[in-house]
């Protein structure tokens, strides 16, 4: 008999279907001489530290730190999975061979070769090694199946990956919790998880103290197109002044036209880390939800084997390309003009140098119904796939140079010749068609132009996105935008693709990080520990990124399994005798945190308005009195008062915070005043004393002002921009513009009430 192991029961049963192994068995199908069983994912796992010596049970730093002599393996202690261990070992015993159905990566043959030593089974083994689980691949992988000792270099990595985290997680683990934990606090440490956490804390740092630095921008507007001075900023603004009052006093000539003709590539086919990147910045996915939609799919067989990092495809695949565009009868507006020609066969799709295991995700040419979550994620999976087959998006990338009173000024963009691929996702990206286009221009013509002397200032980095982290960890930290250099460091990233989903949940779950909307900010328990931590090793994506290069040149066959192990261990022994000798400790609690956080905001909560410092003096806290809130610090001259009673109205504690906290309260209604009851609301003076500040009333305007007659053609009405007012004639040709910045100018600190903005618009001021 010969017996199929397969990593689940869904997959077992596609395979058996496919074998003719029709009988349902407990924990098994059976049937045309195979018997086909499966695993629950991992049935066995390295044994625990009081496995190998009972004294390790007890967290103590003198027992750090443990290295086991030689690792082995226990079946997970489980009722349900001991029970089908027990089937699988029954069936093992009277197979005449055992064909290894194992997810086709690391972690499969991991998981199978797990079972089978610890079944202690020794006859012959073969794999089956397949993209995808439709009927035909698996047909065809059965009648390729290949002696497992092909993949023995696969499951040596992935044991000393195993053996790798352990003796790390297991030891770092204790040392840090025991040396540095506080109440009810175990400090996790892992061999991924931690750099990511330091990747995460160190942006936040670098945001947090980052100095903005004040920088100056000379720009014009020229028939709508915003140039640029050529030279760039100025980072002093007497440097720049000069020229911005210079350009004033001339109009604006074109100088040159430059225009030359590009090519863009259609976006490269996912791999794992680009469809969860994809997931998360375009519907908002998690890396994890993504990863599970996407298995999801596999299992549906729709798409092929998802837990892949490259973005290629081999060449044995193309003459498969016809038969699956031709199954895609969803898509066939977009398949049709393909399938009347040659399939394009591009160096960009095809290269067998860039496939290992598994090639890029792609559809299997299947079609099912599927909920809308896995169909947003097909569908940009299929669309790509069918983008790469379409020719190149011809361009015309464009420069113009301007000039005004001797100074140059340049705008870019570019003009869409060929739509190429890009008809493809046009529903999609319907935003992008007009980005970027400039108008025809001609060399030597002048007009009229709108300079602009602006300061701006530097910005700090953005916060980590699951997006943007998922790609730190593919290159290690290294801020890599080109396609090209991102594959070449992908050797050197941190994780595996199929696990990086499942670290930054991890670091979720264990209250490392925290999610603000679409940002990953790290707690004060995950910024504590990576501040605690002073050993490198632990904390560097870079260093890191060697140790997922060294377990990748095992399984090409290049690296020692043994020398990776006895490096680890030599870093871990290294480790326990640095942190045991530090003198300082952190004492880092999440449950003392939470709990102290708690207490300040029940007290300021309780303390109100008396938790509020003076504005004035910036020292003493508030007081209350008999008639007014003052100043703790008045012994010492401070006169700052909140009197209870404002213009015959009693002002509420609540609304005294809001003051102190936003500059003003809301408006309220009640005030007395000569003129009457006034509604309005109350801030500060330059002194620190309390104005009211009457509500507005709606500007009375003509019955007609409301749609102001353009003073330029005296046929459109005034429309609001983005920056400007302008004429809503502008597609019959007229210019009309007053851009925000000469309003504000003219405005020059009056009240900007629509009377006066009319004024302005119309040349009365």
């Known amino acids: 008999m010969k017996v199929c192991i397969a990593e689940k029961p869904s997959v077992a049963r596609e395979i058996a279907a496919v074998l003719g192994a029709n009988s349902k068995r407990d924990g ?54 001991q029970k089908q261990f027990k089937i699988v070992k029954s069936l093992f015993d009277k197979a005449e061979v055992v064909i290894n159905c194992g997810d086709a ?96 804390v160190n942006r936040f740092k670098d945001i947090e103290n980052f100095k903005p630095q004040p920088y100056w921008e000379l720009q014009t507007l020229y028939r709508d197109v915003l140039f640029s001075y050529e030279e760039g900023r100025f980072l002093k603004k007497e440097d720049g002044e000069a020229l911005a009052n210079k350009v004033k006093e001339s109009d604006f000539e074109i100088q040159s036209i430059t225009k030359k003709k590009g090519k863009e590539y259609a976006p490269k086919l996912f791999d794992l880390t680009g469809l969860q990147v994809y997931c998360n910045t375009k519907f908002g996915f998690s890396a994890d939800e993504t990863l599970k939609i996407v298995q999801a799919l596999y299992e549906q067989k729709v798409v092929t084997y998802p837990r892949v990092d490259t973005t290629f495809l081999p060449t044995d695949i193309y003459p498969k390309v016809s038969g699956i565009l031709e199954k895609l009868i969803s898509y066939s507006k977009f398949t049709q003009s393909l399938l009347g020609k040659k399939i394009k066969k591009s160096a960009k799709v095809f290269n067998d140098k860039k496939v290992t295991d598994h090639h890029a995700i792609i559809p299997t040419g299947i079609q099912i119904n599927l909920p809308y979550n896995q169909q947003q994620v097909y569908d940009i999976i299929t669309r790509r796939f069918i983008a790469v087959f379409y020719d190149d998006c011809l361009v015309s990338n464009t420069s113009v140079i301007g000039n005004a009173a001797e100074v140059s000024f340049k705008a870019t963009g570019k003009e869409i010749l060929e739509k190429g691929w890009r008809i493809v ?36 980095p953005k916060q980590f996105t699951e997006a943007s982290l998922l790609r730190a960890m593919e290159t290690a930290g290294k801020q890599v935008d080109d396609d090209e250099l991102r594959d070449l460091m992908k050797e050197n990233g941190i994780g595996r693709p199929s696990t990086r989903a499942n670290i930054i949940e991890t670091l979720f779950k264990r209250k490392y990080i925290k999610r603000n909307k679409k940002q990953v900010l790290p707690t004060i328990t995950g910024v504590q520990l990576i501040e605690t931590i002073q050993n490198n090793l632990l904390k560097s994506a870079e260093l890191t990124g060697s140790w997922e290069k060294q377990l990748k040149d095992i399984e090409k066959g290049t690296f020692s399994a043994s020398t990776f192990i006895k490096n680890m261990k030599r870093m871990v022994d290294a480790l326990v005798y640095e942190v045991r000798s530090e003198t300082r400790r952190a004492n ?33 806290k508030l007081l209350k009195g008999k008639a007014a809130y003052g100043c703790s610090a008045y012994k010492s001259g401070c006169d700052f008062k909140l009197p209870f009673t404002f213009a015959k109205k009693k002002i509420s504690e609540k609304q005294f915070i809001r003051l102190l906290q936003k500059g003003s309260t809301v408006n309220l209604k009640g005030f007395k005043t000569d003129l009457g009851n006034i509604e309005g609301l109350l801030r500060f003076d330059e002194n620190f004393k309390l104005k009211l500040e009457p509500k507005l009333r709606p500007v009375e305007v003509k019955p007609k002002e409301k749609d102001l007659i353009c003073p330029k053609c005296k046929q459109g009405t ?17 210019n009309f513009k007053v851009t925000f910045d000469v309003i504000r100018e003219k405005i020059n600190g009056q009240q900007p009430t629509r009377r006066l903005i009319y004024d302005i618009l119309n040349g009365n001021l």
């Open 28 to 81: 098994y199908y059976e049937g045309n001489g195979y018997a086909v069983t499966y695993t629950f994912g991992h049935l066995c796992t390295l044994k625990e530290p009081n496995d190998y010596k009972a004294y390790w049970k007890s967290w103590d730093l003198n027992n750090l730190p443990m290295l086991p002599e030689k690792f082995e393996t226990k079946v997970v202690a489980n009722s349900g999975i």
């Open 588 to 620: 880092i609690s999440h449950a003392i945190t939470v709990k102290n956080r708690e207490a300040q905001a029940t007290s300021k909560k309780q303390a109100g308005l008396l938790a509020e410092g003076c504005p004035k003096c910036k020292s003493g």
């Open 718 to 734: 005034i429309i609001k921009g983005q920056s400007a007012y302008g004429c809503s004639a502008y597609k019959s040709g007229c």
């Open 425 to 460: 996702f046009e529903n999609q990206d319907a935003k992008e068609k007009e980005s970027g286009v400039l108008p025809p221009f001609e060399k030597g013509e002048k007009g009229p132009h709108e300079p602009s002397f602006l300061e701006k200032e530097t910005k700090p």
């Open 105 to 200: 990566g690391q972690e499969g043959e991991l998981i199978q070769r797990w079972v089978m030593n610890e079944a202690n089974y020794k006859g012959e083994v073969q794999r089956l090694w397949i993209s995808s689980l439709t009927t035909e691949a698996i047909k065809e992988g059965f009648e390729n199946l290949k002696p497992a000792t092909d993949y023995d270099n696969l499951y040596y990595a992935g044991f000393s990956r195993a053996i790798g985290d352990w003796l790390l997680g297991m030891n770092a683990t204790r040392l840090y919790t025991l040396k540095h934990g506080g109440y009810k606090q175990v400090l996790s440490i892992g061999r991924v998880q931690t750099p990511t956490l330091a990747m995460v």
